[in-house]
């Protein structure tokens, strides 16, 4: 198993291609996926409704 980690930031389109290359993997691994979604002003919670497989998605990360 794996965890793929994704920062993004204002990208929805580019993620939305990055999810949908991952999903269509053949012969992969199980893997989970987690989206670090630094400050975006649109909200990833619906872009990424129908997303198969677990997603975890943090939302305005601060690094200190």
Do not use: W
């Not at 929805?12 to 002003?41: H, M, N, W, Y």
């Amino acid at each position: 198993d794996a965890s793929i980690i994704i920062v993004t930031y204002e990208r929805p389109r580019r993620l939305l291609r990055t999810l949908s290359g991952l999903e269509s993997q053949e012969g992969a691994c199980k893997f989970e996926i987690i989206i670090v979604d630094d400050g975006s002003g649109q909200s990833m919670t619906g872009l990424l409704e129908g997303s198969n497989g677990p997603i975890i998605v943090y939302h305005n990360v601060l690094f200190v």
